[in-house]
Nanobody, 119 residues
Framework: QVQLQESGPGLVKSSQTLSLTCTVS??????????WSWIRQPPGKGLEWMGV???????YYSPSLKSRTSISRDTSKNQFTLQLSSVKPEAPAVYYC???????????WGQGTQVTVSS
């Protein structure tokens, strides 16, 4: 069974770059047709999908965040990383990493990590 675990700083300063890492176990991030997403949920709001890195290493981002988002991977560590630049003070959220199927459904999730933004 695939397991995911987010890690990274819980506090980031406004306008700086947020960096979070997802460590995957129970499956390889290079397995064909496995896709790996980042999703966030601001307090009191719904889930916002941010972007995906495919098993091939290519990426696709939400159009609303594309200019500030980058997802990369370290296959030797079976990890993928989110970088969100120019973080806004009104954007604290719980950030999740998740595995996507080829039908773009999320079938495994990390427990989530809270990120607070200071001004």
């Amino acid at each position: 069974q695939v397991q995911l675990q987010e890690s990274g700083p819980g506090l980031v300063k406004s306008s700086q770059t947020l960096s979070l890492t997802c460590t995957v176990s129970g499956g390889s991030i290079t397995t064909a047709n496995y896709y790996w997403s980042w999703i966030r949920q601001p307090p009191g709001k719904g889930l916002e999908w941010m972007g995906v890195i495919f098993y091939s290493g290519s990426t696709y981002y939400s159009p609303s965040l594309k200019s500030r988002t980058s997802i990369s991977r370290d296959t030797s560590k079976n990890q993928f990383t989110l970088q969100l630049s120019s973080v806004k003070p009104e954007a604290p959220a719980v950030y999740y990493c998740a595995k996507m199927t080829a039908r773009w459904a999320h079938d495994y999730w990390g427990q989530g990590t809270q990120v607070t933004v200071s001004s």
